[in-house]
């Protein structure tokens, strides 16, 4: 079984960073795509990044030149800064990792708990 962690999330003003990490742990033998998602309320969970196991990122439109997706294989974490945030931003922020099981070999898409993001104006 594998496990995602999401971190930090919180409350920011218009204008302002954040920071989110999301940590795997578990049976593992490699980590392929990563990708975050966000869901606002009321409208349904939205693609923000995606980041290949080749570190290829992409990020939508909306988000950018104001955000960027990276990871860590060594630790088994993406992150994803977030500049310039705005009201809109506000969401919460799920985090999903295609993995390769170590004791099955099977593929498996994974998702975290979600970390709320909260932009004030």
């Known amino acids: 079984q594998v496990q995602l962690v999401e971190s930090g999330g919180g409350l920011v003003q218009r204008g302002g960073s954040l920071s989110l990490s999301c940590e795997a742990s578990?049976?593992?033998?490699?980590?392929?795509?990563w990708s975050w998602y966000r869901q606002a309320p009321g409208k349904e969970r939205e693609l923000v990044a995606v980041?290949?196991?080749?570190?290829?990122?992409t990020v939508v439109d909306s988000v950018k030149g104001r955000f960027a997706i990276s990871r860590d294989n060594a630790k088994k974490t993406q992150y994803l800064q977030m500049n310039s945030l705005k009201v809109e931003d506000t969401a919460i922020y799920f985090c999903?990792?295609?993995?390769?099981?170590?004791?099955?070999?099977?593929?498996?898409?994974?998702g975290g708990q979600g970390t709320q993001v909260t932009v004030s104006s």
């Open positions: 578990g049976s593992i033998a490699s980590i392929y795509n």
């Open positions: 999903y990792a295609v993995v390769r099981e170590q004791e099955r070999g099977l593929i498996r898409t994974y």
């Open positions: 980041i290949t196991d080749g570190g290829t990122a």
